[in-house]
């Protein structure tokens, strides 16, 4: 079996004092990702906490900053199909998929771009894989948007020597993830149990959505309260970031909600890029 079809089958600053400092950073850049609040998410941890999870995964942030004080087993998952296969790739074959961005990186111009932008049948896990993270490293703002048939469809951005292959952070990476379970799948398949954590970071209400064909509109908001208190009641200790809204307070009513100060930064303006307050939602 494909490492491609196996997946099928299993269907991102400053670290306070006492978090060291993470073996890997992400590896990809991630619209919404979490690396400039990773000081204020480690403040809310709870203290101890067994099996973690992270159904949300994206560029990994949160993971990799944490990596040190997950004691046990991390479950990372997400429902871009494509995003955990790159995850899979990175933790089994970094050799081969370095080899391939680099091959990437010497041809990337802005034809280059265009023409593996439009590179869909490609069946290869290590070449998808390379796609992706060339895509990602090359495109407006490392934006994950596809559209209505699923196809990414982000235009290059403006960058002098943009980071195409990290070989020394994928290795770093590779060993980090080794230790990890990778599933692409929704966020309701997860199963906590009593003392294991889980954070979550699903697309912001009220914001872009788009990172996958079918949106994460009010019902899917919903839908997550209603797996949250599911785990809550399993004795899982809960974490959620979100956006400020009533809608959100009002969903939540009954949890503990923090206010954080984090950057906007898809605004293709630099001077339209400000700080909001955002929320950490937690259930202990």
Not at 110 to 117: L, S
Request: hydrophobic share 35%.
């Amino acid at each position: 079996m494909s490492q491609l079809a196996a997946l099928d089958e299993i269907i991102s600053i400053t670290e306070p004092p006492y978090l060291p400092k993470a073996k890997a950073l992400p590896f990809l850049k991630w619209a919404g990702g979490k690396r400039s609040i990773i000081p204020q998410i480690s403040t809310y941890l709870p203290e101890n906490f067994k099996e973690y999870y992270e159904p949300f995964l994206g560029g990994g942030a949160v993971f990799f900053a944490l990596e040190s004080r997950i004691q046990h087993h991390a479950h990372l998952s997400d429902v871009n199909r494509e995003l955990m296969l790159t995850y899979k790739v990175v933790q089994t074959d970094c050799e081969n998929l370095i080899k391939v961005l680099q091959a990437h990186k010497k041809k990337h111009s802005a034809e280059y771009y265009k023409k593996v932008r439009e590179q869909h049948e490609n069946k290869d896990p290590v070449n998808l894989a390379a796609r992706f993270i060339y895509l990602n490293k090359t495109c407006f703002n490392g934006l994950y948007r596809v559209n209505k048939s699923g196809r990414f469809n982000v235009p290059m951005g403006k960058y002098a020597n943009p980071a195409i292959c990290d070989e020394v952070n994928l290795k770093a990476a590779s060993e980090v993830l080794k230790s990890a379970s990778l599933t692409f799948g929704a966020f309701n398949r997860i199963e906590p149990s009593n003392n294991d954590f889980v954070y979550c970071d699903p697309p912001y209400h009220g914001t872009f959505t788009d990172y996958s064909a079918g949106g994460f509109d009010d019902e899917k908001q919903k839908a997550l309260k209603d797996a949250a208190d599911g785990w809550v009641r399993s004795g899982a200790l809960v974490m959620l970031s979100n956006s400020d809204t009533p809608f959100i307070r009002k969903l939540y009513k009954g949890y503990n909600i923090i206010e954080v100060s984090a950057p906007r930064s898809i605004n293709c303006k630099v001077d339209g890029r400000e700080n909001a307050i955002e929320l950490l939602i937690t259930s202990y």
